[in-house]
């Protein structure tokens, strides 16, 4: 038998090869049934193996899956979201196969489509997974849209996420019997051709409620130059009218370091004339609408002295 062909192919695999690459490689069912009694290898799902010492992992059980799922088996569902990094907890094991039946499998929830072309199968660190869009579609249905809308942004910023792929994965899906993911239907709306995400949740989320306003867009990561010579930008910024608005999102203002240069680059802002304002997390869509407004003289608005 080829051993060293084999782990090569084990090694892509998380550890993993099926009985018939077993085979494949020169093996046989003696040979498998002699190697797992002596501790060499061992069985992870039926039909497929762990080749030699291993160290177990969350991926390495999704691939065990897709293998003894069969050759169409993918990660689907939150297993995929997970996969892809847009949830952090995905529960039982989804497979989605195309037109064919899958293995039943312990502790594996199984799905089964029609509808199911190249664009929205791939290979994403060595496991069968859907595609981002195809990800996003399946795992919405009955999520309400303010998170299917950070899972998109993520996906855009993230992922790089093309929206013209989504729309076509939505509407290739959609048809009798299908539950319609409406969530991710009214959030891909509100994202205009060309939106930029940016570099957290808040932003987006300001970003679109500046939007739905119908405020004048701000320059997103506006540089400066600063009295030492260095550049910084500005989160959101309208440099006619010389407002600046930094967005404090946890994510990259959680350090003592961070929250140090933040008020060091403000106190620099502030001194070469900008006027500067602060939202977090916890400032309603209203508050930022209502102060960008009055910040930049929008009509109707009033102006701060």
Known sequence: MDDHALRALAQ????????????????????????????????ARRGVLIIGAVPSSWEQQVMAACLAGGAQALASHRTAGRHWGLVPRS??????????RLVRLAGVENHQTLILPPMDRTVHRGIPVTSVARTLVDLSVGHDYSVVGRWLD???????????????CIARLAGPGRPSPSGLVQALSERWAGFDPGDS????????????????MPVQQH???????SRAFIDLAYPAEMV?????????????????????RAND????????????????????????????????SAVPA
């Open 12 to 43: 892509a695999q998380y550890g993993l090869a099926t009985r018939r690459q077993v085979l494949a490689h020169g093996g046989n069912d003696d040979l498998i049934d002699r190697r797992v009694r002596s501790g060499q290898w061992a069985r």
């Open 91 to 100: 529960g039982r094991i989804q497979l989605l196969a195309g037109g064919e």
């Open 154 to 168: 993520d996906a855009i910023r993230r992922l790089s996420l093309d929206p013209r792929e989504l729309r076509s």
């Open 201 to 216: 949740a808040l932003e987006a989320r300001a970003l679109l409620a500046i939007g739905r306003a119908g405020l004048p």
């Open 223 to 229: 540089p400066v130059l600063r009295p030492d010579g």
């Open 244 to 264: 600046a608005i930094e967005l404090d999102g946890w994510e990259h203002h959680s350090t003592r370091s961070a929250f140090d240069r933040d008020r060091a």
């Open 269 to 300: 802002l502030t001194l070469a004339g900008w006027k500067l304002y602060r939202f977090t997390w916890t400032t309603s869509d209203a508050a930022i609408v209502d102060t960008v407004a009055r910040a930049i003289g929008w009509p109707g």
